[in-house]
């Protein structure tokens, strides 16, 4: 079944100057669509127009033209409050910044959906047994600026797994992290993959876009498949 599917999808942006604006296009008519229980890793250069595309795919930024579907509903007619709904249950999104809170603990940042929810409690279970997943759970009670870069790295995925979701997308986890921390990380969301979770992971490392069994490169706002190790596209990467 077809997750997710981008169609006809651009992001402009304009330019100001001396002698007036410009615009450039940071993603341009992009046609993908991705099933459920796909892993899939998204190449390119810095400014390819990687991290606008995974902000659309997230609904966390309103296209210029296109639409992105998910499970075949157009993401953006829905209102603020419906769309804000569905980030929080369905769509996980683990930014290249990480964005934990500095003012509370590795647990309460890792409770931050729930938290926010309509459905907030105090029951902390399904933190602990995260960060016991990903090795922290020692840490709960630690604040983020007492933590190395790759294990900020690991609560936020653990957070960004907090509520199931069934699509986690994350740009450029490891950043920046050494040989063993990226190994760590990319094996968390390998695992989180073959539980059922939809991952789009973008990066500019061949050795991280490897894990994905769907691949695309990313040039001047525009995404191509790239063909599997026997020179065929695998049929999920269709237009």
């Known amino acids: 079944m077809i997750l997710l599917r981008a169609v006809n999808l651009s992001k402009e942006f304009r330019r100001r100057h001396a002698q007036g604006h410009t615009s ?62 569905l980030r929080n249950k369905e769509i996980s999104f683990v930014p290249q910044g990480m964005g934990l809170l500095g003012n509370v603990t590795v647990l309460d940042n890792v409770r931050t959906p729930q938290l926010f929810a309509a459905e907030s409690g105090a029951d902390s279970g399904r933190a602990e047994f995260l960060l016991e997943a990903v090795g922290l759970r020692s840490l709960a009670l630690e604040y983020p600026q007492n933590l190395s870069g790759g294990e900020m790295r690991r609560v936020a995925i653990a957070r960004a797994l907090f509520n199931d979701p069934t699509l986690l997308i994350a740009d450029e986890p490891t950043s920046d992290l050494d040989p063993e921390n990226t190994r760590i990380v990319m094996e968390l969301l390998r695992k989180a993959n073959e539980q059922g979770t939809t991952i789009i992971v973008v990066t500019h490392e061949q050795d991280v876009a490897r894990y994905g069994s769907i691949r695309f490169f990313m040039d001047n706002g525009e995404l191509s498949p790239i063909a599997d190790i026997d020179g065929m596209v695998p049929p999920a990467q269709r237009g």
Request: aromatic share 6%; hydrophobic share 40%; charged share 15%.
């Open 24 to 85: 450039f296009s940071a993603v341009s008519k992009v046609n993908f669509s991705i099933a459920e229980g796909d892993m899939v890793t998204v190449t390119g250069r810095s400014g390819s127009g990687k991290t606008t595309l995974l902000t659309l795919l997230a609904g966390l930024a309103s296209p210029t033209s296109g639409t992105v579907l998910f499970k075949g509903e157009n993401m953006y007619v829905l209102s603020d409050r419906n769309l804000s709904s």
